[in-house]
């Protein structure tokens, strides 16, 4: 499909392969719909952003604007719904990445302080607790990132992290609770509480993935 002298790509049509019609294109601005070719066909408010706003009617007055050079996030800008998307992510974004911050600060001081006697009594099962909590902390820095730069994986990415970081901060407020150490309790009942909205924030929130005119795909 071409609209207004654009091309608009189905990834997923079966008759037309993505890889090969897209390398014919080279290095011209197109859009990429994540649909097949009926899906996609249908998909009339996709189709509806590769237009010119508004459009040119022959003898008007208002001369229609030229489509823009490539599908960016700063589209978001006229769209509804636009503000609200943006927002999410960069909360989101720096929400991962502040918590891995202090989560890895977190272990660093107990670590030091040898504030940690489960490495002597229960060497194995504090050594998969750290796995865990690493991996949980590298993967909210990573996703808190690829969300703040607009990377296509971003999102899902962060779903999941998200997911292990709810796990760990209800585990770890079982721990200091039974210590009644009430201020840990505390900071990962808030830690829980802001999780879960920035969760529901993205998920209420329209994605799209686009392509730019370098042909590079990125989360809009």
């Known amino acids: 499909m071409v609209w207004c002298g654009r091309a608009v790509l189905a990834r997923f049509d079966a008759i037309v392969r993505f890889d090969r019609q897209r390398a014919a294109y080279g290095a011209q ?4 719909l994540e649909k097949g070719s009926v899906t996609g066909a249908l998909a009339f408010g996709d189709l509806r952003r590769h237009l010119p706003d508004p459009l ?29 998307r943006r927002e999410a992510m960069r909360f989101a974004g720096w929400y991962g990445a502040l918590v891995a911050v202090l989560m890895l600060s977190q272990w660093g001081v107990f670590l030091a302080a040898g504030a940690v006697p489960q490495l002597q009594t229960a060497p194995r099962e504090i050594g ?12 909210l820095l ?49 830690l829980l509480l802001l999780a879960i909205v920035s969760v ?16 590079r795909t990125r989360l809009d």
Not at 29 to 32: D, N, Q
Not at 60 to 82: F, H, L, V
Not at 128 to 139: C, K, M, S, Y
Not at 169 to 182: K, L, P, T
Request: glycine share 12%.
């Open 29 to 32: 601005p197109m859009g990429t």
């Open 56 to 84: 040119a009617q022959p003898g008007s007055q208002t001369r229609a604007r030229p489509a823009p050079r490539c599908w960016r996030a700063d589209i978001a800008k006229r769209e509804p719904g636009g503000r609200p």
């Open 128 to 139: 998969f607790h750290l796995a865990a909590e690493l991996v949980t902390a590298l993967g």
């Open 142 to 190: 990573a996703s808190g990132v690829a969300l703040l730069t607009n990377r296509p994986w971003g999102l899902r990415a962060y779903l999941l992290s998200a997911g292990m970081l709810v796990y760990t901060v209800i585990n770890s407020s079982g721990y200091f609770a039974q210590r009644e150490q009430w201020g840990f309790v505390g900071m990962f009942g808030v």
């Open 200 to 215: 529901a924030a993205l998920l209420r929130s329209p994605f799209h993935l686009a392509e730019t005119s370098t042909g």
